[in-house]
């Protein structure tokens, strides 16, 4: 069974500053998908961003970007330029491209907060 | 266009009662999932439809958790004689596709479930 780690339960960064969530992850496959999610106090768990496995590239979605090493099975989301609206928790989550069970292995999560 | 919808947004009930949590998916899509989301555990997941196919019920935490989908399209979660450890938050998903497909899930508000 795969698993996520999250190993930051709570981050502060100043506003405007860079902030870096760390993830790590378990898995024997070879192939899969990635993702960030954050849920603000609403609930609502929005999708920040996806990595696919077998892509070199690192994903990036406007101030916010991967750094995916498959070797050390990492998965790290830096958010550039933090703004308040970003104050949320943030998931980790992992999701196979294979068989098997189709729901996301989320990892514990990680408070971030924005001071201004 | 219209998110994924569940309802209620909170419910409390008396240890032992059945209650019945609704998910509305995103239009047309296939895969619809189910979560809870609980301080002690994180989010686990529950149980995957998909299609017509028959379900994936292997996040099931008890047999007195059950869910069917009717007509492809709205869920309903059943919790039957309800314990106090059941109190979470239930978050429903759905995506246009599986995870080889790698559309992501969307996620609507979930139901806060309080256990008295």
């Known amino acids: 069974a795969q698993t996520v780690t999250q190993s930051q339960p709570e981050m502060s960064v100043q506003e405007a500053e860079t902030v870096t969530l760390s993830c790590t992850y378990d898995?024997?496959?070879?192939?899969?998908?990635l993702f960030w999610y954050k849920q603000p106090p609403s609930r609502q768990m929005i999708l920040v961003i996806r990595q696919e496995a077998y892509k070199q590239q690192n994903a990036t979605e406007n101030r916010f970007s991967v750094n995916f090493q498959k070797a050390a099975k990492s998965f790290s989301l830096k958010i550039s330029d933090s703004q308040l609206g970003d104050a949320a928790m943030y998931f980790c989550?992992?999701?196979?491209?294979?068989?098997?069970?189709?729901?996301?292995?989320f990892g514990k999560g990680t408070h971030l907060i924005i001071q201004p | 266009g219209a998110g994924v919808s569940q309802s209620p947004s909170n419910k409390v009930t008396e240890k032992g009662k059945d209650v019945e949590l609704r998910c509305d998916p995103i239009?047309?899509?296939?895969?619809l999932y189910w979560y809870r989301q609980s301080l002690g555990q994180g989010l686990e997941f529950l149980i995957y439809?998909?299609?017509?196919?028959?379900?994936?019920k292997s996040g099931l935490p008890s047999d007195r958790f059950s869910a069917e989908r009717t007509g492809g399209s709205v869920s309903t979660l059943t919790i039957q004689r309800t314990q106090q450890e059941d109190s979470a938050v239930y978050l429903c998903a759905s995506s246009a596709g599986t995870g080889r497909s790698g559309q992501p899930q969307h996620f609507g508000d979930g139901t806060r479930l309080s256990i008295l």
């Open positions: 989550a992992y999701r196979s491209k294979g068989g098997g069970a189709d729901g996301l292995t």
């Open positions: 898995t024997s496959e070879s192939d899969y998908y």
């Open positions: 439809f998909q299609g017509n196919s028959a379900p994936d």
């Open positions: 239009s047309g899509h296939t895969a």
